[in-house]
């Protein structure tokens, strides 16, 4: 089974697209998406660079690796140009957008115009969500709920919650059950898990047991991640994630074809906006609220 990491982060020095994927083969990872270096708006603790700079350097960390790495840029809805920004980015190979709502709301009506371009370009979000250890006062704007705004979007994007909203967990779930359920009535945005670490170990079972008894039509909405480093991807503790969640699965009886969905289709399917049929979920059936 080839595995995707579909969060890792740029922080500074050179691309090595090679030595990234060698770190990732150790793993027993085969690929991933990379996140480009922070816009200069963000306060989040890693390199800032200006556009032009961050849109290079994360498409040469992806050069020549076709099907294996992917660049995804880093946006900030208070940048004057964000707008323009992401249209070029769209015809320049980049294939999603990441947010971090550090200092806005995700329904901001700044943050709202910026997802309607995204929105325009039919490409993904990729959205931290839950507690935010920045130092600075971000946690408030990062409760799952707030994702409730994206309703407003009148076509509607494919996006990822991070982290699954820890400690906010159960929240994220229920706003993935209104999301279904509005998809299936309108098509409108779609809502994946993003399970990458954020829910320490304690919390681990917690989450991806409820994620699979809940009730909810999610396996194909589930996505590994890792939050590494391209610079210093660290295998010992990726492939120590890898196994800890292995075997949660065989707890819960998660057979191998939703597993493959975990660890490859979905990436390839939140990626490439592909639809798949979903199901109303059960205890929404007779619900008028």
């Known amino acids: ?3 995707y990491d579909m969060h890792v982060h740029v922080n500074g020095g050179e691309p090595e697209p090679a030595g990234l994927l060698s770190k990732m083969e150790d793993a027993g990872v085969y690929g991933g998406a ?28 992806c050069r020549g690796v076709d099907g294996r790495l992917f660049p995804i840029l880093w946006v900030h809805p208070f940048e004057a140009d964000v707008g323009d920004q992401i249209k070029d980015a769209a015809l320049s190979g980049i294939r999603g957008f990441k ?6 709301s995700v329904g901001c009506p700044e943050s709202m115009r910026m997802l309607e371009t995204i929105e325009e370009t039919k490409l993904p979000v990729i959205f931290h969500s839950g507690i935010l250890w920045s130092g600075t006062d971000t946690s408030r704007f990062n409760r799952p709920a707030e994702w409730e705004a994206l309703l407003r979007l009148s076509r509607g994007v494919k996006f990822s919650m991070g982290h699954c909203s820890w400690p906010w967990h159960d929240e994220c779930i ?4 209104k999301f279904l359920n509005s998809y299936l009535e309108r098509q409108s945005s779609e809502m994946f898990f993003d399970v990458t670490p954020g829910t320490p170990v304690i919390y681990r079972r917690d989450l991806l047991t409820k994620l699979f008894t809940v009730g909810y039509d999610v396996e194909n909405n589930i996505m590994f991640g890792t939050d590494s480093m391209a610079n210093d991807y660290d295998r010992d503790w990726v492939a120590g994630w890898i196994a800890r969640d292995n075997a949660i699965y065989d707890e819960l009886g998660v057979p191998a074809a939703t597993r493959e969905k975990i660890y490859k289709d979905n990436f390839f399917r939140f990626l490439s906006g592909e639809d798949v049929s979903h199901v109303l979920p059960e205890v929404n059936k007779n619900s008028q609220g």
Do not use: H
């Open 1 to 3: 089974m080839k595995i």
């Open 174 to 177: 229920a706003v993935y059950g």
């Open 99 to 104: 947010v971090i709502c550090d200092t806005f």
């Open 34 to 61: 990379v996140f480009s270096a922070e816009p200069e708006p963000s306060s989040a603790p890693l390199q800032k660079l200006p556009y032009r700079e961050r849109l290079k350097n994360v498409l040469d960390w």
